[in-house]
């Protein structure tokens, strides 16, 4: 042995194994696909067959493999080898069974029908009948096979095994409707009711009718009518009309319902064979014509449908006018027709009757008017041009009232007139030409029936008037002697006043207006204050008033004092009215030496007495707010002082 060396080995590598577990329960028409589990010994990976020939291979422990079987199925491993050996038939155990149930067979039924008594019948199943079995008409499963109180209708059968595995097809079972005794109050009738068209023509009607549960009908017809069907006790008959038949009051046809049941209520149907009546009022959606011509805007025409009327006959203006029906043809849709107008179509009635197969109706007629717009309405605005001449003068603006369905107005102004704005609108503004002397402001409206006639203004140059006489109020004395000079209001056509006063005046305010104050030096001022009017056109004649003032007296004050008070002088007593004009209250004021009580006494123009009211010197009082407008004097009176003041309140 020590002349020996080395060693072999040998090494044995275990068979490997395998068990199969699964398996499941399907019913005949679904789809059965399951998975089975094969757990494996031994180096994978595995690879082998089923005991149907399917190959599965892994190489992880345990081997999921799908099968679909079409009938029960058992399943085992049949061969298996690893990466170094092969299985044999005592390394493979076990077993996976997937069953498929058959389905039962399609349902069978009797029905029990509804009687006259009862409103529900009764589904009974005559099959498949057994243990297990379950049955539904489309609600619940239940065992019983009878289902009781069933409703009219039709149903769907359908039964299943106690492994829920049901039919592969259902059965369709019907519950017919109960016999009852017809209700005549829900009768229908249809055929032709106006049936002077046939009338002694030998030419057939067919009637029918139909009431809920009727199964037969009896008829009792007018005279002078033949029903010329197999049988009157059928829903359908057809009738001839004889001669007599338009004359005769009665043209009823009276019906009776039956079933086995009972008899309804007989029920009265009407013909007749009268003409249409003619359409009642056309309904126009305007009445103004003018904004549809030659626009292709539709106004629309409408009556109230026509007992016994089959169809509507309709006529306008030939050549300017096309009509269309919105709702379509038809008894009841051509009752609507849509006309457009063209731009030449002139005033024309739109016409309509009714027709039926026994003739036509009277007519029925609405005259649809052209009217051109009226002439526009008297013309506001300046009739004076002064005011508005030149590129310095204001913009005179003229209007008229705006007439209905007018859409443009068309102005015509003077030759050259500037900043013109408005053309087209009732209103128009702009500026006379220099140079301006006459002429006029004229307008026309337009609408899509044409033009009116034409409304002008005549147009001038009026210079102002003469001034009204000067009132003349003394407001203060000497040294600072102070005037106002008032006229009554500002002259027609005049736009202000020019004032001037005698040298030794100086206007002291209101110049341009109807009234100034003037102040006075304290030497000798003789002269005229006038006035004129003036517009943009000129000025007019003036009105003066003549000014003769002495000098004051040398180193007059115009005071005195008396134990300390300073006092007018009594020759001074003066009266101050302001503002005059006024539009509300006057502020008098009397200015004297005197002690004694002051009376002002209120008179109108005609001398007539309003008011009296006391006041001390030097008081400021208000007063003349109750008065009116118009012209008044104040007589201010003191001891023999008297004077007398003109005012105005506007």
Do not use: H
């Not at 005011?387 to 102005?411: D, F, K, L, M, R």
Request: proline share 6%; charged share 10%; with cysteine.
């Amino acid at each position: 042995s020590g002349d020996l060396t080395g060693s072999a080995a040998i090494t044995v590598n275990p068979r490997p194994t395998a068990t199969i577990s699964g398996g499941a329960t399907y019913c005949a028409n679904q789809s059965a696909t399951t998975t089975l589990s094969i757990a494996v010994t031994g180096a994978g990976p595995w690879s082998g067959t089923l005991s149907n020939g399917q190959s599965f291979s892994g190489s992880t422990s345990p081997i999921s493999v799908t099968v679909t079987p079409t009938a029960t199925t058992t399943y085992t491993v049949a061969t298996l080898s690893d990466a170094n050996c092969t299985s044999v038939s005592g390394d493979l155990s076990g077993s996976a069974i997937v069953t498929i149930i058959t389905n039962p067979v399609a349902p069978t039924a009797s029905v029990t029908q509804p009687t006259c008594a009862t409103a529900t019948g009764t589904i009974t199943v005559t099959g498949p009948i057994g243990v297990g079995y379950t049955y539904s008409i489309g609600g619940a499963f239940q065992s019983s096979t009878s289902f009781a109180g069933v409703a009219t209708g039709t149903y769907s059968l359908s039964v299943q095994n106690s492994a829920g595995c049901a039919a592969l097809t259902s059965t369709s079972v019907t519950v017919n409707a109960q016999p009852f005794t017809p209700n005549s109050a829900n009768m229908t009738f249809s055929g032709q009711t106006n049936v002077c068209n046939v009338i002694g023509t030998n030419q057939t009607v067919t009637y029918t009718v139909s009431a809920p549960g009727a199964t037969r009908y009896s008829w009792v017809k007018p005279s002078n009518t033949q029903i010329v069907s197999a049988n009157t006790d059928s829903s359908v008959v057809t009738v001839k009309f004889l001669a007599g038949f338009a004359a005769q009051a009665n043209k009823q046809f009276k019906v009776t319902p039956a079933s086995i049941c009972g008899s309804g209520v007989q029920k009265i149907f009407y013909v007749q064979a009268t003409l249409p009546g003619t359409p009642g009022q056309i309904v126009a959606s305007t009445n103004d014509v003018c904004p549809s011509l030659g626009t292709n805007v539709p106004i629309t025409y409408r009556i109230p449908k026509v007992m016994g009327a089959s169809y509507y006959i309709w006529s306008a203006q030939n050549g300017t006018t096309t009509i269309s029906y919105p709702n379509g043809g038809g008894t009841d849709a051509d009752t609507v027709i849509a006309v457009t107008f063209a731009s030449n179509f002139s005033s024309s009635a739109i016409t309509v009757q009714s027709v039926n197969d026994c003739g036509t109706s009277g007519l029925r007629s609405l005259t649809v008017y052209r009217y051109n717009p009226s002439t526009p309405g008297l013309i506001s605005g300046p009739a004076n041009a002064c005011e508005y001449i030149g590129a310095n003068g204001q913009t005179a603006t003229y209007s008229v009232n705006p007439i209905a369905g007018v859409n443009t107005y068309t102005w015509t102004v003077p030759q050259g007139a500037t900043n013109v704005s408005g053309q087209g609108t009732n209103t128009i503004s702009f500026k006379y030409p220099a140079g301006f002397t006459s002429g006029s402001v004229s307008v026309t409206a337009t609408n899509g029936c044409g033009t009116s006639g034409s409304r002008s203004l005549t147009i001038s140059v009026l210079a102002p008037s003469y001034p009204s006489q000067i009132d003349v109020i003394n407001l203060a004395g000497c040294p600072n002697r102070r005037y106002s000079y008032t006229v009554a209001s500002l002259p027609s056509n005049a736009t202000s006043l020019q004032w001037s006063v005698p040298t030794g005046g100086t206007i002291e305010s209101g110049q341009g207006t109807t009234s100034i104050v003037v102040t006075y030096t304290s030497g000798v001022i003789a002269g005229d204050v006038t006035v004129v009017a003036v517009n943009n056109c000129g000025s007019s004649l003036p009105r003066t008033s003549t000014v003769k003032l002495a000098p004051c007296p040398t180193g007059f004050a115009g005071t005195t004092t008396v134990k300390g008070n300073t006092v007018a002088t009594a020759e001074e007593m003066s009266v101050k009215v302001f503002p005059n004009p006024t539009t509300s209250t006057f502020k008098l004021q009397v200015i004297t030496a005197g002690k004694e009580e002051v009376r002002v006494r209120v008179l109108d123009v005609q001398g007539r007495f309003i008011k009296e009211i006391k006041v001390s010197p030097y008081q400021t009082v208000n007063m003349g707010a109750e008065l009116k407008a118009g012209a008044y004097m104040l007589e201010v009176k003191q001891g023999d002082q008297v004077k007398t003041t003109r005012v105005m309140k506007f």
